[in-house]
């Protein structure tokens, strides 16, 4: 790396372009600032500068480390920007949260882009753990997950709870939900398929649906793309279990049938950071659509 002070000291001199002049502007002596262009141009092991007299001409080299000091200087002055002024609306939000989620949440966040072009709004859909592991990794900032994390690496907030709901066919409709009827229709996989289908059959109050070996159900098929889990449902093939509010924003809804629960299955959520990170003031700024919009799931 070349030391911060000799490329100022060439830049002030190119900038000027008097040694004299120089050396008063940096409260330097003349020969300091000959004795900083010399350690420079050894460090570059190339001569910068071609002395005629008291003038000198930039060689192609010079030029070269020239444009490099502006370059360092720029960012020197927008660094000193950005850790002066925290501009709740502008900036990058990298957020993650899980598939159902982020088709809820993306429009909200989305218009308020609108309102705020220089915003920059960023959503991963994931699963839980990988939420963690990239907070921790610091790939992203925010994270919505569903099980409280442990305390003492993240910060969280409950926000808000998602209903499961086990969804078939409209074929299906007004049947009992049995073990048998849910083999004969098969399952829908999707990437949180084992952990939804687990907590709903535990969950729903029938002691026959807790029963079943969920390993043994068929599959009827599998999409790792949340807005088309139910498509399939829609057209018959199979069921499946996803919260509500993916339900929601499904345009078939009149093809589905929501299968009725003794108990509402649900999944408390949390906003979720890193501990001890203190966040952009523009987090602040979508947190509150945010618990806005999972007040309405």
């Known amino acids: 790396m ?32 000959s004795q900083h262009i010399k350690k420079l141009e050894s460090a570059c092991d190339h001569l910068l500068l071609k002395r005629e007299g008291k003038s000198f001409e930039l060689t192609e080299q010079g030029r070269i480390v020239y444009q490099h000091a502006l370059k360092l200087e720029l960012e020197d002055a927008l660094l000193k ?51 963690l592991n990239d907070l921790q990794a610091g790939s992203i900032d925010l994270g919505l997950v569903t099980h409280a994390p442990n305390s003492g690496l993240f910060q969280s907030k409950t926000i808000g709870t998602e209903e499961l709901c086990l969804v078939l066919p409209k074929v299906y409709a007004g049947q009992s939900i049995t073990a048998d009827l849910l083999n004969e229709c098969g399952l829908i996989a999707h990437p949180d398929v084992t952990h939804y289908l687990a907590l709903y059959l535990d969950l729903c109050g029938d002691t026959e649906l807790a029963q079943i070996n969920r390993d043994d159900l068929p599959r009827s098929g599998y999409i790792n793309q949340l807005s088309q889990i139910l498509l399939p449902v829609a057209m018959g093939v199979g ?37 001890h990170r203190s966040l952009p003031a523009r987090y602040e700024s979508i947190s509150a659509p945010i618990e806005e919009a999972v007040s309405k799931i």
């Open 239 to 275: 069921f499946t279990v996803i919260p509500r509010g993916a339900i929601e924003s499904f345009q078939n809804k009149e093809a589905l049938y929501i299968a009725p629960t003794k108990h509402p299955v649900q999944e408390t959520l949390y906003m979720v950071h890193k501990r």
């Open 81 to 131: 920007e950005k850790l002066s002024f925290d501009n709740p609306y502008s900036g990058e939000c990298k957020i993650a949260c899980s598939g159902s989620l982020a088709l809820v949440l993306y429009p909200k966040l989305l218009t308020l882009q609108q309102q705020h072009p220089t915003l920059s709004i960023q959503i991963e859909a994931a699963p839980n753990q990988k939420i």
């Open 2 to 33: 070349l030391n911060p002070l000799w490329l100022n000291t060439f830049k002030t001199l190119v900038d000027i372009g008097h040694f004299t002049q120089t050396a008063e502007k940096l409260y330097m002596t003349q020969p300091g600032v």
